[in-house]
């Protein structure tokens, strides 16, 4: 078709192509430009957010002061040592004279690559005692939970409790 066109025309109609296809590459630039200006903005406007937030030291302190902390499990024995000398500090201060701390066998944990290690404490103590160590349990930073509770009021000293208590924590396995 080119070839019955004379040399004029054939020129006009390679300028108009490179026109089209130009007007097409500006297009799909322009669309592309929109996108990396909005992208751009929302991006200067969160910066903007972000810089706005100021945390005074002494607050950041206080909230991080009531965050419990967590050590990362580690091989059973290691983990069963800490553990458990970390519960022994916590029914000292609390001013609970327990039994000596049983290893309760336990089962396969659904978190993969670890295990639960559990610990059962039988001691007998004051209910406000008992209430201190529960309020504290949360610092113990190898604690996972409290499995079972069993307190019996005590018929003859009201003040005084039996306490069975099972507690938890991850070891690897």
């Not at 022994?88 to 201060?93: A, D, G, K, V």
């Not at 949360?138 to 499995?147: F, H, K, Q, R, S």
Request: net charge positive.
């Amino acid at each position: 078709m080119l070839e019955r066109l004379n040399e004029k025309d054939r020129r006009a109609v390679k300028i108009g192509i490179a026109g089209v296809v130009a007007i097409a590459v500006f297009a799909v630039g322009m669309k592309g430009y929109d996108h990396w200006a909005e992208a751009k903005r929302t991006l200067s406007s969160t910066e903007a957010r972000l810089g706005a937030i100021s945390v005074d030291e002494t607050k950041l302190a206080g909230l991080l002061s009531i965050v419990p902390v967590f050590e990362m499990p580690k091989a059973e024995e290691e983990q069963k040592f800490l553990f458990r000398d970390r519960l022994n500090e916590q029914l000292r201060r609390a001013g609970i004279r327990s039994k000596p701390l049983q290893v309760v066998s336990g089962r396969k944990s659904k978190t993969s690559g670890y295990r639960m290690l559990r610990l059962k404490c039988s001691a007998t103590c004051r209910f406000t005692q008992l209430l201190d160590l529960l309020a504290n349990l949360n610092e113990n930073p190898y604690l996972v939970g409290v499995e079972e509770l069993r307190i019996k009021c005590n018929p003859k000293q009201r003040r005084e409790v039996d306490m069975e208590m099972v507690v938890s924590t991850f070891v690897e396995g």
